[in-house]
């Protein structure tokens, strides 16, 4: 039961952001969509069409004064935060580590990690003050496990960063009823992926590398958001939900 709590989504102008922002507002969520392009998220918030109770904010989850805004806002409008889904990430080109410039590395430790870091510093005060809060983080099968032939070590190391952070959070702060829970995805379709799926032949190369046989969905990643952030999972923190279609289950 998810009704009348407040969520607060980052990265909700892409494709997964946007379908998590969606369910979280037909379950009865007042959703505040954050993220960098006011053009995406106006776009995803007009497909939810629930505008009473969804409110875009533009801001950049590596500048602390423009998270802690975005924090201001959320407050000023609905009162209250129960809900921190730290969605925002980027990925760069798999490319070999030692070619990598440290400028590359830079932009994936900021969005990645100390993104979500700041955002999470920021809402635990509100979630302590309001007696609770529940806080998923989306990390990736790439922060538990290399996969040969695709050279995302940076990358790799961040999401790794992403599922110790919810572990320690979980830990530190379920005294205050705060809990912590994290995704790991693995092929979600995106436009990223589109122009293979396009390609006959390389969507089944693609599938078969899944026991379920198919990609996942931005839908998938958004119902078990909507678990994680329910009563259902009232006893569940500090825990990595694999939504990769078995793949970590065969190797």
């Known amino acids: 039961m998810i009704k009348g709590k407040v969520a607060l989504v980052t990265g909700a102008g892409g494709g997964v952001g946007?379908?998590?922002?969606?369910r979280l507002s037909s379950e009865g969520c007042k959703v505040v969509m954050l993220g960098r392009s006011?053009?995406?998220?106006?776009?995803?918030a007009s497909e939810i069409g629930n505008k009473k109770n969804t409110m875009t904010v533009i801001a950049d989850i590596t500048k602390e004064a423009e998270v802690l805004s975005a924090i201001d806002q959320t407050i000023n409008s609905f009162d209250k935060i129960d809900i921190l889904v730290n969605n925002a990430g980027i990925i760069n080109d798999p490319m070999p580590f030692h070619e990598m410039t440290e400028d590359q590395w830079d932009d994936l430790v900021k969005t990645n990690l100390f993104g979500t870091f700041k955002m999470t510093q920021a809402v635990i005060p509100v979630m302590m003050k309001n007696g609770g809060g529940s806080i998923v983080n989306i990390s990736s099968v790439l922060g538990i496990r290399a996969i040969p032939?695709?050279?995302?070590?940076?990358?790799a190391v961040t999401k790794a960063?992403?599922?110790m952070f919810t572990r320690s959070i979980a830990v530190e702060y379920g005294q205050y009823k705060i809990r912590c829970n994290c995704i790991a995805p693995s092929t979600i379709r995106s436009s990223i992926i589109e122009p293979y799926l396009q390609d006959e032949e390389a969507k089944k190369v693609l599938e078969s590398t899944f026991p379920l046989r198919v990609i996942g969905e931005p839908d998938d990643i958004a119902g078990a958001v909507a678990y994680l952030c329910s009563d259902d999972s009232k006893w569940v923190?500090?825990?990595?939900?694999?939504?990769?279609g078995g793949l970590s289950a065969k190797q």
């Open 38 to 44: 006011r053009t995406k998220l106006q776009k995803a």
């Open 161 to 163: 960063g992403v599922i």
């Open 149 to 155: 032939r695709v050279p995302l070590s940076v990358y």
């Open 237 to 244: 923190t500090g825990t990595i939900m694999m939504v990769d």
């Open 18 to 22: 946007k379908a998590i922002s969606k």
